[in-house]
């Protein structure tokens, strides 16, 4: 075969730029977003944040939701298009040839006037937020205050500094014993002193040696709750009380006391000091019911709203000079701009549209609670908003919703089938079944609790087709423990 040379001719789906920036603000998180858009406003000259009623030129939304599904659809703007869009009413008659020095010295008076202001609202040192106190710091400024010398205290903040999140030392005691040059003996002097400071029982090596730390702080060594940390602690998790009471030779009412008393102990010492925050969450929307209906609000409070700056603005609409590179850079961020405010507006319009579909599927819960929750997957969404699956997924990751049942993430309404025992019955929703096992336990008795396989029977009898082992699985996703662990003796 000779290599010769062949023209073909195909259509291909590509996506631009723009439309890679769409679908990334798509699937953004409100938080991601506000940073996403913050970037942009530092990075485009030509975007400023408009103030709420402010006149200024607006840009044109985006056709709809094909933005985000066809390629095909995207075109570039032309010059002309850019130089029209900039040319209007509003800057006729103005002056398009004022000079680049005349639109500088503008510019850095209004940003010498608001770093001022910036300056004047911000809060004074007095109101700053105080940092919360870490169990390293807390157990330091215990160990300055002990009797220890100066070579033990040292080996004490290598133990401090090597506690996890959960208080407990995870280091051998062999390497402490190496790295300090001290005997060992001296070195468990220093851990025994640390296991009493403030948290007790923080720096143990493992659980029993944690809670036989403030068994001894409360004066408890010795008693039948201390034999039972020393001996019998898988007995206990197991709540095998009777077990344990035949073992000890003791009465089942007192090893429920003991182990009552075992509970108040804290099995993490360093829980207090967890330097984890609890964030509010923000909903994306707000689902109320006005006059019968149910209605979809967009939540777009402190999100940023953008226009065109004014004087960039007169600046495009002045006589055009192919060979300035300012203006073909100017140009090129208008475009950027014009884009970015098209993407935020039809990603509002695809989260409004969605969340009304999920509404409008999911109305028995909207109305009545999660044991009408209906079940629900990413295609029947697709095929009411016309939309692809991948879109849905997008749309609905790290959004919120509000509502009078309360806050929930739009993930939260997607969930299994699950079969009933009867032909001709609604299919339940798998969050619906887990929800009536959760019920069942709650109003079981605490001293006979129910297992997988009479909660599996119990819910045959409510015509639902479930096996035991989708019982546990559904149980543990509840972060409910076995019947054995959940049993208390009478």
Same mark, same amino acid.
């Given at each position: 075969?000779?290599?010769?040379?062949?023209?073909? /001719?195909?259509?291909?789906?590509?996506?631009?730029?723009?439309?890679?920036?769409?679908?990334?603000?798509?699937?953004?998180?409100?938080?991601?977003?506000?940073?996403?858009?913050?970037?942009?406003?530092?990075? !485009?000259?030509?975007?400023?944040?408009?103030?709420?009623?402010?006149?200024?030129?607006?840009?044109?939304?985006?056709?709809?939701?094909?933005?985000?599904?066809?390629?095909?659809?995207?075109?570039?703007?032309?010059?002309?298009?850019?130089?029209?869009?900039?040319?209007?009413?509003?800057?006729?008659?103005?002056? +398009?040839?004022?000079?680049? *020095?005349?639109?500088?010295?503008?510019?850095?008076?209004?940003?010498?006037?608001?770093?001022?202001?910036?300056?004047?609202?911000?809060?004074?040192?007095?109101?700053?937020?105080?940092?919360?106190?870490?169990?390293? *710091?807390?157990?330091?400024?215990?160990?300055?205050?002990?009797?220890?010398?100066?070579?033990?205290?040292?080996?004490?903040?290598?133990?401090?500094? =090597?506690?996890?999140?959960?208080?407990?030392?995870?280091?051998?005691?062999?390497?402490?014993?190496?790295?300090?040059? /001290?005997?060992?003996?001296?070195?468990?002097?220093?851990?025994?002193?640390?296991?009493?400071?403030?948290?007790?029982?923080?720096?143990?090596?493992?659980?029993?040696?944690?809670?036989?730390?403030?068994?001894?702080?409360?004066?408890?060594?010795?008693?039948?709750?201390?034999?039972?940390?020393?001996?019998?602690?898988?007995?206990?998790?197991?709540?095998? &009380?009777?077990?344990? %009471?035949?073992?000890?030779?003791?009465?089942?009412? %007192?090893?429920?006391?003991?182990?009552?008393?075992?509970?108040?102990?804290?099995?993490?010492?360093?829980?207090?000091?967890?330097?984890?925050? !609890?964030?509010?969450?923000?909903?994306?929307?707000?689902?109320?019911?006005?006059?019968?209906?149910?209605?979809?609000?967009? !939540?777009?409070?402190?999100?940023?709203?953008?226009?065109?700056?004014?004087?960039?603005?007169?600046?495009?609409?002045?006589?055009?000079?192919?060979?300035?590179?300012?203006? %073909?850079?100017?140009?090129?961020?208008?475009? +950027?701009?014009?884009?970015?405010?098209?993407?935020?507006?039809?990603?509002?319009?695809?989260?409004?549209?969605?969340?009304? +579909?999920?509404?409008?599927?999911?109305?028995?819960?909207?109305?009545?609670?999660?044991?009408?929750?209906?079940?629900?997957?990413?295609?029947?969404?697709?095929?009411?908003?016309? /939309?692809?699956? +991948?879109?849905?997924?997008?749309?609905?990751?790290?959004?919120?919703?509000?509502?009078?049942?309360?806050?929930?993430?739009?993930?939260? &309404? &997607?969930?299994?089938?699950?079969?009933?025992?009867?032909?001709?019955?609604? *299919?339940?929703?798998?969050?619906?079944?887990?929800?009536?096992?959760?019920?069942?336990?709650?109003?079981?008795?605490?001293?006979?609790?129910?297992?997988?396989?009479?909660?599996?029977?119990?819910?045959?009898?409510? =015509?639902?087709? /479930?096996?035991?082992?989708?019982?546990?699985?559904?149980?543990?996703?509840?972060?409910?423990?076995?019947?054995?662990?959940?049993?208390?003796?009478?």
């Amino acid at each position: 075969m000779q290599p010769r040379l062949e023209l073909r /001719l195909s259509q291909r789906l590509m996506l631009t730029p723009q439309l890679q920036q769409a679908i990334k603000l798509l699937q953004l998180s409100r938080l991601e977003l506000q940073e996403s858009v913050t970037q942009q406003l530092e990075d !485009n000259p030509l975007l400023e944040e408009a103030a709420s009623g402010s006149d200024d030129l607006p840009v044109e939304p985006g056709s709809g939701d094909e933005a985000l599904e066809s390629a095909q659809q995207e075109a570039e703007p032309r010059d002309e298009a850019v130089t029209a869009e900039v040319t209007g009413d509003e800057v006729a008659g103005q002056d +398009s040839a004022r000079s680049w *020095d005349e639109s500088f010295n503008d510019a850095r008076q209004w940003r010498s006037g608001d770093a001022r202001s910036e300056r004047e609202d911000r809060p004074s040192f007095e109101q700053t937020t105080a940092q919360a106190t870490s169990l390293e *710091d807390h157990l330091l400024w215990q160990l300055a205050l002990s009797p220890l010398d100066a070579s033990e205290q040292a080996v004490g903040a290598n133990i401090i500094g =090597n506690l996890d999140e959960d208080g407990y030392l995870r280091v051998p005691l062999e390497d402490l014993v190496a790295d300090s040059g /001290l005997s060992s003996v001296r070195i468990l002097h220093v851990l025994k002193a640390i296991q009493a400071f403030d948290p007790v029982g923080v720096a143990a090596r493992d659980l029993r040696e944690c809670l036989l730390a403030q068994l001894e702080q409360l004066g408890l060594t010795g008693t039948l709750a201390d034999t039972i940390i020393r001996h019998h602690l898988p007995e206990l998790q197991g709540a095998r &009380f009777t077990a344990l %009471a035949k073992s000890l030779g003791a009465s089942v009412d %007192a090893v429920a006391r003991a182990a009552q008393v075992i509970e108040g102990l804290e099995p993490k010492p360093g829980r207090p000091f967890c330097a984890a925050e !609890n964030h509010a969450v923000i909903p994306d929307v707000y689902v109320v019911k006005e006059d019968g209906q149910w209605v979809v609000l967009l !939540n777009d409070d402190g999100m940023p709203k953008f226009r065109i700056n004014a004087d960039y603005r007169l600046l495009l609409a002045g006589k055009r000079d192919s060979s300035d590179a300012a203006r %073909a850079f100017l140009d090129d961020k208008f475009r +950027s701009a014009q884009w970015l405010i098209r993407s935020l507006e039809q990603r509002n319009k695809t989260i409004v549209r969605v969340v009304e +579909s999920i509404v409008k599927i999911q109305e028995p819960f909207f109305e009545h609670g999660i044991q009408h929750m209906r079940p629900m997957v990413l295609r029947d969404v697709a095929e009411a908003v016309a /939309l692809h699956e +991948s879109t849905i997924s997008r749309a609905t990751d790290n959004k919120y919703l509000h509502c009078a049942q309360g806050i929930f993430e739009l993930k939260f &309404f &997607f969930n299994t089938r699950v079969g009933r025992s009867h032909e001709g019955l609604r *299919d339940l929703s798998s969050v619906a079944v887990r929800e009536m096992i959760r019920k069942m336990i709650h109003d079981e008795n605490a001293h006979h609790p129910l297992k997988d396989e009479e909660i599996a029977a119990r819910l045959k009898a409510h =015509n639902v087709k /479930l096996a035991r082992r989708t019982v546990s699985k559904y149980r543990m996703e509840l972060r409910i423990p076995s019947a054995p662990r959940r049993m208390r003796a009478s």
